[in-house]
């Protein structure tokens, strides 16, 4: 099986920033990566990938305040996320695969007013 963990998520004040990260146990984000999330009640939306030639697109809610970055050597992939708002609260899931896809369990961020 392949393993993706999120990390970094939490509670934050608006206008603050936190820093996510997805580690795999093998290669899975050369190819193609992203983030994902889903708030209660609602379904889940993407927030940002990236490709594997490193051209990114973002959901018009987050464009200009997240940034989807990878180190493929150590296969991780991060979500900075900052200005956040409290409609940023949501699980947020990261996903990669060659092949296929693979998911994370989520990471919760809460963002309070």
């Known amino acids: 099986q392949v393993q993706l963990v999120e990390s970094g998520g939490g509670l934050v004040q608006a206008g603050g920033s936190l820093r996510l990260s997805c580690a795999a146990s093998r290669s899975i984000f050369t190819i193609n990566a992203g983030w994902y999330r889903q708030a209660p009640g609602k379904p889940r939306d993407l927030v940002a990938t990236?490709?594997?030639?490193?051209?990114?697109n973002y959901a018009d809610s987050v464009k200009g305040r997240f940034t989807i970055s990878r180190d493929n050597a150590k296969n991780l992939v991060y979500l900075q996320m900052n200005s956040l708002k409290p409609e940023d609260t949501a699980v947020y899931y990261c996903?990669?695969?060659?092949?296929?896809?693979?998911w994370g369990k989520g990471i919760p961020v809460t963002v309070s007013e």
């Open positions: 990236i490709n594997s030639g490193g051209s990114t």
């Open positions: 996903k990669g695969g060659i092949r296929r896809d693979y």
